[in-house]
């Protein structure tokens, strides 16, 4: 059954620092992982799909990175800022795109 | 086409009470996925569609939810004699068939459901 665990749960920064939020996996043998970002009582919104064939993606000031051996993959935000204040999740589609499975997310504060 | 589409935004019922819920999907997904949300969890699978077919069902799913999507374009989630613990975000997501676009999903902006 994979997991997917995040760390840290909740990560409070000042304005303009750069930060780094973690996701693991168990089984390695996912075909993607997508990045979502949430604001208290909205949907999803998807930030980042990285392929399973590649290192990284980035947009903005955005960057994931992807490390299927070590069951890894981080989100990179550069020059955080307070509308960046949300709970970023991410997800891995098990086998046949059939469904997701979600890590508890990582609640970010930015504050001015 | 702006996206996945969910109605209504909010609902609060009192227990013992039937609900439903409606999903419109990205026009050129055929795939359709119903997931459930609590609070300071991740989204939780409940089931999904290809087309008109219902794939896959979780555990979580009880005899009380019963989902369709008729014709393999909106869908309906509904809940039948309502719990307290049914309590949720039910979120709705579709996205192409694998070989698409690479499997990325799209997620609506959800239904919050309170149970009284």
């Known amino acids: 059954k994979q997991e997917v665990t995040q760390i840290p749960a909740a990560l409070s920064v000042p304005e303009g620092e750069n930060l780094v939020l973690n996701c693991s996996f168990t089984d390695s043998a996912i075909y993607n992982l997508q990045w979502f970002r949430q604001d208290p009582g909205k949907g999803l919104t998807s930030l980042l799909l990285?392929?399973?064939?590649?290192r990284e993606q980035t947009s903005g000031r955005l960057n994931a990175s992807l490390d299927k051996s070590s069951g890894r993959s981080t989100l990179y935000i550069a020059a955080s800022q307070p509308g960046d204040s949300a709970t970023y999740l991410c997800?891995?589609?098990?086998?046949?795109?059939?469904?997701?499975?979600f890590g508890k997310g990582t609640m970010l504060l930015v504050s001015p | 086409d702006t996206g996945v589409s969910q109605n209504p935004r909010h609902k609060i019922t009192k227990r013992g009470q039937n609900v439903t819920f409606r999903c419109d999907p990205i026009s050129e997904h055929n795939r359709l996925y119903w997931y459930r949300q609590t609070l300071g969890q991740g989204p939780e699978f409940l089931t999904y569609?290809?087309?008109?077919?219902?794939?896959?069902k979780s555990r979580l799913l009880s005899d009380r939810f019963s989902a369709e999507r008729p014709k393999g374009s909106f869908s309906t989630l509904e809940i039948q004699r309502t719990e307290q613990g049914d309590s949720a975000m039910y979120l709705c997501?579709?996205?192409?068939?694998?070989?698409?676009?690479?499997?990325?999903?799209?997620f609506g902006s959800g239904t919050r459901l309170t149970v009284v």
């Open positions: 990285i392929q399973s064939s590649q």
């Open positions: 997501a579709s996205s192409a068939a694998p070989g698409g676009p690479m499997g990325g999903y799209t």
């Open positions: 997800a891995v589609p098990h086998s046949g795109y059939s469904t997701l499975t």
């Open positions: 569609f290809q087309n008109e077919a219902q794939l896959e």
